[in-house]
Structures are given as C-alpha cells and as structure tokens.
C-alpha cells in the first residue's frame, strides 16, 4: 500500500509528488516548488508524517520540475537524478526560467545524482518504481511505474486526452508518439495516470480517447 500526495506549486501549476509506503520512505518527484509557501508545505507534509526520503527524482529536467529540489537537498541531502540525455537542460535551468517567467529561479536545482535509464528500477520501502524511457517533450524525458500498485507518474508526456508539447528545443512529436505507443499505452487499461500537469486519467482512457494517439488497437 502506497499513499500519493499531489501538491500543485509554480506559476505553471505542475505537480509534485510524494511517494511513500508503509515503512515511511518516500520518493519525491517533480519538485518544482517556487514560493516559499510551496516550499514549506512539501517539506511540512514530509515531516508531519515523519518521511524519510531516500530519492529525489524528475521525469525531465525542464525548470518547472526541477526548481525546487534544491530544497530538498538542503533539508535531506538528496542529489537529483534524471536522465543524462536532458543534461543541457538541467544546466539551462536558470535561463528557462527567466525566459517563461521573467526572472531568475529563488534557488538552484539539486546537484545531479545517479543518472535514470530506462530500465532501471528504483527502491523504496518495500516497492519499487519501474523507469520508462519516453523521449520526445524532451530528449530524456521518463515515467515512472509502480506496477504493483497500477499507477504511472508520466511527468510532462502524456496528459488527460492529451500528450506533451514537443515545439519546446529538442522536443520531438515523432519521438513522442512512438514512444507512448510502443512503452505506455502497452500497460493495463485500468492503470492509474498521474501526469505533470492537470487532473489523473488511466491508460484505457488514453487507449480510447487520446486524440493524439489514435488510432490504437484495442484489444
């Protein structure tokens, strides 16, 4: 048994997530916490329910995503760790923000850890979460699967009947598309999706309805 919390932080309102099991470690994912309050209640939720965070993770290294995991590495000493293939971006974190909000990011993102693949797994508690390599919104972008618990953290690819904007540098619509037909929509239907952005749907809603995904054979 798992417990999500969703908090909804930045001017871009993108969520991040607090994974954690019954053994109170947690991985926290997507931390883009821009004001202090935002800050505050991450770290307030961690400590209320007495965490212990053991990875700190992002689907993609776009500056909504990672901003705030210097808080994180200030409070529990955990590094960030994404894919190397978005390593431009990561070190481009003070100019997207000052290109998308007009001004500098309040702190600097987590110092780069152990680089995520796809294939790779990462341990918490007594789970762990599955890495899928989904590039195209950008070139490392990644999900994260908790088969046991039927749930995808799909950061900025896929979205309630939507998919990730791919007109950003290095975005690819073709990349994208392959690689949510061929690694995402392959899941079971009744899989719970939990995107970077906006409301959860499920992979059969995404299987039936997606307009930028169809058309996908049903089975």
Request: some cysteine; glycine content about 8%.
């Amino acid at each position: 048994m798992i417990d999500i919390a969703r908090f909804i932080v930045n001017p871009l309102q993108e969520n991040c997530y607090v994974v954690s099991d019954q053994t109170r470690e947690a991985v926290i994912v997507d931390n883009g916490a821009f004001y202090p309050e935002e800050v505050d209640a991450v770290i307030g939720y961690i400590e209320k329910n007495k965490l212990k965070p053991v990875a700190l993770l992002a689907t993609h290294a776009h500056f909504d995503h990672i901003m705030g995991s210097g808080s994180i590495y200030r409070k529990y000493g955990l590094s960030l760790r994404f894919s190397p293939d978005d390593d431009r971006l990561y070190r481009d974190c003070a100019q997207q923000t000052e290109m998308f909000l007009g001004m500098r990011p309040p702190f600097q993102p987590a110092p780069p850890g152990l680089p995520l693949r796809h294939g790779d797994s990462v341990g918490f508690g007594t789970h762990s979460i599955s890495v899928i390599a989904t590039p195209g919104h950008s070139p490392g972008g990644l999900c994260f699967y908790l088969e046991d618990e039927q749930t995808l953290l799909s950061g900025d690819s896929l979205f309630h009947h939507s998919i990730g904007r791919t007109d950003l540098p290095d975005g690819s619509s073709r990349d994208l598309i392959t690689s949510l037909q061929s690694r995402i929509l392959v899941l079971p239907p009744q899989v719970k999706v939990l995107p970077g952005h906006g409301e959860e749907t499920s992979i059969g809603e995404e299987q039936a309805h997606n307009p930028y995904l169809q058309p996908y054979p049903l089975k």
